[in-house]
Every structure is written in structure tokens, then in C-alpha cells.
Nanobody
Framework: EVQFVESGGGLVQPGGSLRLSCAAS????????IGWFRHARGKAREAVSW????????YYSDSVRGRFTISRDNAKNTVYLQMNSLKPEDTAVYYC????????????WGQGTQVTVSS
């Protein structure tokens, strides 16, 4: 059974940093494309970043490029999202996700972790 355990969310002041972690079980993470999505209240779900398995190419949305970094630790079967220079508009529930074929429409999702950026 594919499962994710997410951690690392919380309350941070603008300009601060957080690192989200997503530990996977039930499959080998490096065989899948993996990504982070977020859902803010009153807005549509947004793809934040993803990392492809076949060539390690990465994608970042315009709103986070240069501030967020996605990475993967194959030994720990865990994916991370390092978030720096956080802004209030980054406030959302963040979800990790994975798919063997199309990360734009992932089949496997974590439970979500709340990130709140506020002074």
C-alpha cells in the first residue's frame, strides 16, 4: 500500500523558512515522479514543484521559483521541500504526491500539512 507521512509544517513569520518532509512507504520513491502541491483557502489547488524520476528535471511554479527547492533522499525514501523567504501568500495546506506516469495528475497523495506565514 502506498503511503506518505508528511511533516514540517507550522507557523512562521514572513521571510522565514520551513522544510517539509514526505516519507514514502509501499513503493520506491526514485521510480516515481514526485511533487508538492498546495491548496489555499478560496483558491484552486496549485502545483508548486515536482521532480521527475527519469532525468531528475525539476519544475517550480513562477510564484515559488528561486525560493523553494525540491529534493529527494533515496536512502530514506523521502522527498523534501525547502521553503525560504516565505510570504503570507504561501499560506496553504501542502501535499506531497507521486505518480509513475504523469505528475500533473498524481494518483498518490499525502495527508497534507498546514503552512501558515503570518506576523
Amino acid at each position: 500500500e502506498v503511503q506518505f507521512v508528511e511533516s514540517g509544517g507550522g507557523l512562521v513569520q514572513p521571510g522565514g523558512s520551513l522544510r517539509l518532509s514526505c516519507a514514502a512507504s509501499g513503493f520506491t520513491l526514485d521510480a516515481y515522479a514526485i511533487g508538492w502541491f498546495r491548496h489555499a483557502r478560496g483558491k484552486a489547488r496549485e502545483a508548486v514543484s515536482w521532480l521527475l524520476s527519469r532525468d531528475n528535471n525539476t519544475y517550480y511554479s513562477d510564484s515559488v521559483r528561486g525560493r523553494f527547492t525540491i529534493s529527494r533522499d533515496n536512502a530514506k525514501n523521502t522527498v523534501y521541500l525547502q521553503m525560504n523567504s516565505l510570504k503570507p501568500e504561501d499560506t496553504a495546506v501542502y501535499y506531497c504526491a507521486a505518480d509513475p506516469i504523469n505528475i500533473r495528475v498524481p494518483n498518490y497523495w499525502g495527508q497534507g500539512t498546514q503552512v501558515t506565514v503570518s506576523s
